[in-house]
């Protein structure tokens, strides 16, 4: 049987770790030995990292990954020629080629692509930089920055945590939750017999979090490892004044999200505005606590306040005038308490405003006793633990816009 081999030439390298290629149509290939040196600059993939690829065909499109130390350059007389390791269907199992210069059945590969393959880009390439009035903060630095990974030198709980809190980070993005570079949640690691929170460089993007930029301090908020970014950051200590004071006066919460969004900041705005008995949803939230509004919080003074207000029992938090606050035992938790909560408030908007605008109209609301059940009920429906299960399926979600390119993030939540 004839053997082709598969030639994947790139451009030159923006260093961001994302670049485009193509590779002839198999049709055309010519025999192995008569493959000709490319004239754009050959780039080794880091190993592992997923890049997609679309296979054109006459009739629809197919999208498989190439995956591994992906491309790499052979020995020998073949330096210039990079060659895939393997390759599968989204939803079909992996392949690897075992070969060691990647040489595919000629018959395989027309199967795979009837006219060409393309990595796709992640981002869009640009012929010259732009110009940042800080260059220290402009995309290719910071970027490089992001495209490290520095995970392994954490333990694998910590690892986990990371993870999680990135990929909750980015899913606030793409629920557009977030305050331009503002707002932060945090999670609890515990290392030893040490203590330590994680939180979000101060001057990152929502969506440019990754699991080892995140910044790792003490319950004071001092630096104790500054993630991948290093000193570039820091962290934003206001913002930290509300989720340390939780972190101090409750060793059962891991994890505290604090956002601003505006359904929710509006009730915020109402006193004792959060209506638990208005719908099915809002029961799910149980009792919230409310602290008065001090301003933007940068006293530490205020800490104390916030920690009577909040009690040894509640977990949800409304900050008046302000915003909300979730607590967790878990990550999953905490967040899966904050998409509720969202809802809940833009339900409770919607009915009050349907109601105004109704001369006869009356809210109904649920005996409290009903909401409680609700509660129980909604709190008891996984074994894994309040929100853990459905965090995983948004962590799912997460890696599925990234493979198809559906989503602007450049480094992968996971990195």
């Known amino acids: 049987m004839k053997k082709l081999a598969v030639l994947v030439s790139f451009v030159e390298s923006r260093g961001d770790g994302f670049q485009r290629a193509c590779c002839s149509d198999p049709n055309q290939v010519e025999e192995e030995s008569s493959i000709k040196r490319s004239e754009s600059v050959l780039f080794k993939v880091q190993w592992k990292k997923m890049m997609n690829v679309t296979i054109d065909e006459s009739v629809r499109n197919v999208r498989k990954e190439i995956v591994g130390s992906t491309m ?3 020995n020998q007389n073949k330096n210039d020629d990079a060659f895939i390791l393997g390759m599968r269907d989204v939803d079909g199992e992996f392949v690897w080629f075992e070969d060691e210069e990647m040489i595919l059945d000629a018959d395989l590969l ?3 692509c009837k006219r060409s393959l393309i990595i796709s880009q992640k981002m869009p390439q640009k012929t010259r930089p732009t110009l940042f009035a800080f260059p220290k903060y402009s995309t290719e630095n910071v970027s490089k920055l992001l495209s490290v990974s520095h995970l392994d030198q954490y333990s694998l709980e910590e690892q986990l945590v990371r993870t999680e809190l990135a990929a909750c980070y980015r899913l606030f993005d793409l629920f557009g939750w977030t305050d331009t570079i503002y707002g932060h949640l945090t999670a609890r690691v515990v290392n030893g017999d040490k203590e330590h929170f994680l939180i979000n460089p101060f001057g990152l993007h929502y969506s440019e979090i990754t699991a080892s930029s995140l910044v790792k301090v003490d319950i004071n908020g001092e630096i104790v490892d500054p993630g991948s970014t290093g000193d570039l950051f820091g962290i934003n200590r206001a913002g930290y004044v509300i989720h340390s004071a939780v972190h101090e006066a409750r060793d059962d919460i891991s994890c505290v999200m604090h956002m601003h ?3 929710c900041a509006g009730l915020s705005c109402i006193e004792n505005g ?3 008995t208005l719908s099915q949803t809002s029961s799910i939230i149980g009792d919230v606590a409310y602290h008065k509004s001090e301003g933007i919080a940068v006293n530490a003074e205020e800490r104390k306040r916030l920690q009577q207000d909040l009690g040894s029992k509640k977990k949800i938090l409304v900050l008046e ?10 990550v999953g938790e905490a967040f899966l308490s904050m998409f509720i909560l969202a ?3 833009k339900i409770q908007s919607e009915a ?3 109601n105004n605008g109704m001369p006869n109209g009356k809210m109904i609301q649920v005996d409290e006793s009903i909401a409680d059940k609700s509660f129980d009920i909604a709190h008891g429906f996984t074994k894994e633990g309040f929100g853990r299960k459905e965090l995983c399926t948004y962590m799912r979600y997460l890696d599925y816009l ?3 390119g559906k989503t602007s993030c450049i480094p992968h939540y996971r990195t």
Do not use: R
């Not at 005038?321 to 607590?327: F, K, L």
């Open 321 to 330: 005038n302000h915003g909300v606050v979730t607590c967790g035992e878990s």
């Open 72 to 74: 790499k350059t052979s």
């Open 352 to 354: 009050v405003c349907m």
């Open 274 to 276: 959060f209506l638990k």
């Open 110 to 112: 027309s199967n795979l």
């Open 343 to 345: 809802e809940a408030c």
């Open 402 to 404: 990234f493979e198809s």
């Open 261 to 263: 969004y505006a359904p």
